[in-house]
């Protein structure tokens, strides 16, 4: 069986070694480790934010890292379009959302379909309109 050290111990481990049998750290055979998931960000950049960004990651300490660019998609999400479970944005679709215009399941929202939602117009099975609560 091949071995290798481990990044954070220097102990001996295999390279399919899921955590270092002496430290515990996770994927210990690889050089550079970031978190468990998958995550892209394109080069391209828009106002200072990657033009797309996908995110089902979560570093190390189980923290999850949040999609935020102009096009956000993941678990979570922060963009101008955002495809996420909890998002917010300028247009999105997704579970949880805070937006102008959404898509959603439970939102607070100017313009929104959804289930439930807060929001000054919409299309849903149960909505609070914003201008008659104000």
């Not at 106002?47 to 923290?63: D, E």
């Not at 215009?101 to 609070?128: D, H, M, N, S, W």
Request: one cysteine or more; aromatic letters at 12%.
């Amino acid at each position: 069986m091949a071995t290798t050290t481990c990044r954070d111990c220097g102990n001996e481990v295999s390279f399919s070694a899921r955590s270092c049998p002496q430290c515990g750290a996770p994927e210990p055979a690889k050089p550079n480790w970031d978190g468990y998931g998958y995550e892209y960000k394109s080069k391209t950049t828009l106002f200072g934010l990657p033009l797309i960004h996908i995110s089902f990651k979560y570093r190390r300490n189980r923290t999850p890292v949040v999609a935020n660019g102009v096009i956000a998609i993941g678990q979570f999400g922060f963009g101008v379009i955002t495809i996420a479970q909890f998002g917010m944005g300028l247009v999105t679709l997704g579970q949880f959302t805070f937006a102008a215009a959404t898509i959603a399941q439970i939102t607070l929202a100017a313009y929104a379909v959804c289930q439930v939602g807060a929001v000054y117009e919409g299309i849903g099975q149960k909505l609070f309109f914003l201008d008659k609560i104000l």
